[in-house]
């Protein structure tokens, strides 16, 4: 059974950084995409980053410049690295895998950026 575990969110103040992390457990086979959305209460999710395969990554341009996601193989994780983090990047930021059968989501973290 496959399960993502986020964790590394937290309260920050605006311009400081955290670094998320996925770990994947279980056999996954066929991915095409890593990557991390983001969601805040009566919006929709939104994709903030993605590793595709072939390691192009995506970025929402409202990150572009401050966020990086990287994956580390061997640990079966993958990190958002986030600097100069705004108030606007409050969320609950949840890991992301795309097979070519199926969708798997972790529980999500909260992250609060605070002005």
């Known amino acids: 059974q496959v399960q993502l575990v986020e964790s590394g969110g937290g309260l920050v103040q605006a311009g400081e950084s955290l670094t998320l992390s996925c770990k994947s457990s279980?056999?996954?086979?066929?991915?095409?995409?890593l990557g991390w959305f983001r969601q805040t209460p009566g919006k929709q999710r939104e994709s903030v980053a993605a590793?595709?395969?072939?390691?192009?990554?995506n970025y929402a341009d409202s990150v572009k410049g401050r966020f990086t996601i990287s994956r580390d193989v061997a640990k079966n994780t993958v990190y958002l690295q986030m600097n100069s983090l705004e108030p606007e990047d409050t969320a609950v930021y949840f890991c992301?895998?795309?097979?070519?059968?199926?969708?798997?989501w972790g529980q999500g973290t909260q992250v609060t950026v605070s002005s």
């Open positions: 590793i595709i395969v072939g390691n192009t990554t």
């Open positions: 992301h895998i795309k097979t070519f059968k199926f969708d798997y």
């Open positions: 279980g056999i996954i086979v066929g991915i095409r995409l």
